[in-house]
C-alpha cells in the first residue's frame, strides 16, 4: 500500500526525520505517537505525497512518488482518506456537501451514495448538523465531519492525524469503533495519537502495533503501554 | 489534448453545476470582471467600424476616382477648337479608355458657377478647355499618354488625379490600420484585465483550491471551475458591450453629403454582423487567460 524505504526528511534546517522504513501491509492497524513537534504530521504528509522525501523512497501502491504527475497524486488520494490535523473544509458549503466532496471531485456523487452518506453523518452524530456550514461547527464537530469526509470513499487507507484531539472519551470510542469496523473490511488504518487510553482500547478489539518517532527514528513501540 | 467539438462547448456552457458550487461566488471581481468586458467589446464596436469605413473609403477612392481622368487644353483662342479635336483623336486611339469627351460651355459654367456666380460670360474669356476621359476596367497607362499629347496637342495637361488621391487613399490605410491594432490593443488588454481578476480569484480562493487538491480533485476540475465563470462572464459582458456600442452608431447623426468621413462611421448590409464575432472572440481570450493562470497557479500548490 504505502511503502517507505530509508526516507528522510528536512525543512531545510537539520533533519526532522531519518533513515525512516516502513510498509503498511493490506489490513493492518497502525498507532503513532511521539512527543509534539516530532515529526507525526510531517511523516504522515509524506504518506499521502503532499511532501517529498529530502532522500529515500515512498512509493503509494507501487510507485514512486517522484515519478508521479499531479493526476497521478490526485488519482492516488482517492484511495487515501486523511484526517488533517488543521482540518480545513470549503466554508460557503454545508457539511453534507462537504463530507460527500470526495465523491463530487471525482464523479461519484450517486443517489445511492446518498443513502451512504446519511448513514455515515448519523454515525459521526453530525445528522442534525448536516445543513450547517462548517465555521459554525464545534471543535469536535469539525474532527467528526473530518472523519466521515475521509471514509466516504471507501478508501484503501486511512490516515488520521489526532483525529480524537477534540472530543469527549464517548465519542472517541465511536470513532474508534468506526475505524476498527472499517480494518475488518480490510483498510489499512494509521492513527497519529497522544492519547494512550485511545490506544488500549483499540489493542482489545484489534491487532493494532504502536509506532513511535523518537530521536529522527520510527521505533516499534513494545507492549509496555 | 483532444480537438473540441460542439458537444464539448454545450456541455462547457451548461457546465457541470457541482464543480460551479466548489468555488464561493465572489461580487465584486465578477461585476468588475462583466463591466471591462462590456467596455472593452463597445471600443471594439468602434475600432472595428473605423476600420471597415476607412478600408470602404479607400477602396472608394482608389475605385471611382481611378476610373476618370481631366484633360486641360489652355491654347490661344484660335487654336482650342483643333487642339481639342487633336486631343479627343489621340483619346480615342488609346488602349483602355472607354470614352472621351469634350464638356459643353454650360457644363464648364456650372462647374464655375459656385467661384464665379452664374453671370461668368464663359464664352469670353481664356478658360482651358476640358475633356472628361473615362477609363475601361484595364485602364491606360498615363505616362504614354502624356508624351503622345506633348507631341500632338502641346496645350494639353492630363490630370489622371493619382497626384492628390494617393495621400488619400495612403491615409484611409493608415486609419484602417490603427483600427486594426486598436482592436489587437483592446483584446490584449482584456486579456490582461482577465488574467488579473482571475489571479486575484485564484489567490482569494487557496483554501478551497487546497481542500480540493488534498481529497483528490484533479487540477483540470478546479480549473474548470475558474475557467468556465471568467468566460461565460466574458462573453456576457463582451455581448452586453456590443449591443451598446451597436446602438451608439445608430444613432449616429447622419449628415449626407457635409460629413462624407464622419458618417461613413458604420457599417453596411452584412457588415453589421461582423461585431457579432467580438464576444466569443472575448470568451476564448477569457478561456485561454483563465486556463493558463489557474494552471500556473495550480503548479505551485502541493
Ligand atoms: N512547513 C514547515 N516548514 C518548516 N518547518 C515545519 C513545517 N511544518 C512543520 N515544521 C516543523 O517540523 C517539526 C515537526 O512538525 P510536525 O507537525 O510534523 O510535528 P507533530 O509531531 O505533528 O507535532 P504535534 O504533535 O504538535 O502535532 C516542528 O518542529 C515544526 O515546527
Ligand atoms: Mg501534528
Redesign the interface.
Known amino acids: 500500500m504505502i511503502e517507505l524505504e530509508n526516507v528522510a526528511m528536512s525543512y531545510g534546517g537539520g533533519e526532522l526525520l531519518s533513515d525512516i522504513s516502513l510498509q503498511l501491509a493490506p489490513g493492518s492497524f497502525h498507532f503513532l505517537t511521539g512527543p509534539s513537534g516530532s515529526g507525526k504530521t510531517t511523516f504522515l504528509k509524506l504518506c499521502?505525497a503532499?511532501?517529498t522525501p529530502t532522500s529515500g523512497q515512498v512509493r503509494l501502491f507501487d510507485r514512486d512518488v517522484r515519478a508521479m504527475d499531479?493526476?497521478d497524486i490526485?488519482?492516488a488520494?482517492?484511495r487515501i482518506g486523511?484526517v488533517?490535523q488543521d482540518v480545513?473544509?470549503?466554508?460557503?458549503?454545508p457539511v453534507a456537501?462537504n463530507v460527500a466532496?470526495?465523491l463530487?471531485?471525482?464523479g461519484r456523487?450517486t443517489l445511492d451514495e446518498t443513502v451512504n452518506l446519511r448513514e455515515l453523518l448519523n454515525w459521526v452524530g453530525l445528522k442534525s448538523r448536516a445543513d450547517a456550514l462548517p465555521p459554525e461547527l464545534s471543535g469536535g464537530e469539525r474532527q467528526r465531519a473530518a472523519l466521515a469526509?475521509a471514509v466516504i470513499?471507501s478508501p484503501d487507507v486511512i490516515l488520521a492525524d489526532e483525529p480524537t484531539g477534540n472530543i469527549d472519551w464517548d465519542m472517541s470510542q465511536r470513532l474508534l469503533q468506526l475505524l476498527v469496523e472499517l480494518n475488518r473490511m480490510g483498510k489499512t488504518i494509521m492513527i497519529a495519537t497522544h492519547d494512550l487510553n485511545l490506544i488500549r482500547a483499540a489493542k482489545g478489539q484489534v491487532q493494532a502495533r504502536v509506532l513511535r518517532i523518537a530521536g529522527r527514528r520510527l521505533q516499534l513501540a513494545g507492549a509496555d503501554l | 489534448m483532444k480537438r473540441p467539438d460542439f458537444t464539448q462547448v454545450a456541455e462547457f456552457v451548461v457546465g457541470d453545476a457541482q464543480a460551479d458550487r466548489m468555488v464561493p461566488p465572489t461580487g465584486i471581481t465578477a461585476r468588475l470582471t462583466l463591466l471591462s468586458a462590456a467596455a472593452m467589446a463597445f471600443l471594439a464596436v468602434f475600432a472595428l467600424a473605423l476600420s471597415v469605413a476607412t478600408g470602404r473609403m479607400a477602396e472608394r477612392w482608389g475605385d471611382e476616382l481611378a476610373r476618370s481622368s481631366t484633360l486641360r487644353i489652355s491654347a490661344p483662342a484660335d487654336q482650342i477648337d483643333a487642339q481639342t479635336q487633336a486631343a479627343l483623336r489621340v483619346l480615342e486611339q488609346t488602349p483602355g479608355i472607354a470614352s472621351a469627351r469634350a464638356l459643353t460651355d454650360e457644363e464648364q459654367r456650372s462647374l464655375l458657377e459656385p467661384w464665379f456666380g452664374p453671370d461668368l460670360p464663359v464664352e469670353t474669356l481664356p478658360i482651358p478647355q476640358l475633356i472628361e476621359v473615362i477609363e475601361d476596367g484595364a485602364g491606360y497607362d498615363a505616362q504614354g499618354l502624356r508624351l503622345r499629347l506633348s507631341a500632338e496637342v502641346p496645350g494639353a495637361v492630363l490630370d489622371d488625379h493619382t497626384r492628390w488621391r494617393q495621400p488619400l487613399v495612403t491615409a484611409a490605410g493608415r486609419l484602417r490600420l490603427l483600427g486594426w491594432v486598436s482592436i489587437v490593443l483592446i483584446f490584449g488588454t482584456m486579456a490582461a484585465m482577465i488574467t488579473l481578476a482571475a489571479n486575484a480569484a485564484l489567490a482569494a480562493n487557496a483554501q478551497v483550491i487546497a481542500v480540493l487538491r488534498l481529497v483528490g480533485a484533479r487540477d483540470s476540475y478546479i480549473a474548470k471551475a475558474f475557467v468556465r465563470r471568467y468566460t461565460l462572464r466574458t462573453l456576457g459582458g463582451a455581448a452586453f458591450g456590443v449591443v451598446a456600442g451597436l446602438v451608439a452608431i445608430l444613432l449616429l447623426p447622419s449628415a449626407q453629403t457635409a460629413g462624407g468621413f464622419l458618417t461613413g462611421l458604420g457599417f453596411q448590409g452584412a457588415g453589421w454582423l461582423l461585431p457579432l464575432v467580438i464576444p466569443p472572440l472575448a470568451a476564448a481570450v477569457a478561456f485561454v487567460a483563465t486556463h493558463l493562470a489557474a494552471t500556473r497557479t495550480l503548479k505551485e500548490l502541493p
Not at chain 1, 88 to 93: A, K
Open positions: 499521502y503532499a511532501l499531479r493526476d490526485a488519482l488520494r482517492r486523511v488533517h480545513q473544509f470549503l466554508d460557503h458549503l456537501d466532496l470526495p463530487t471531485v471525482s456523487d469526509r470513499m
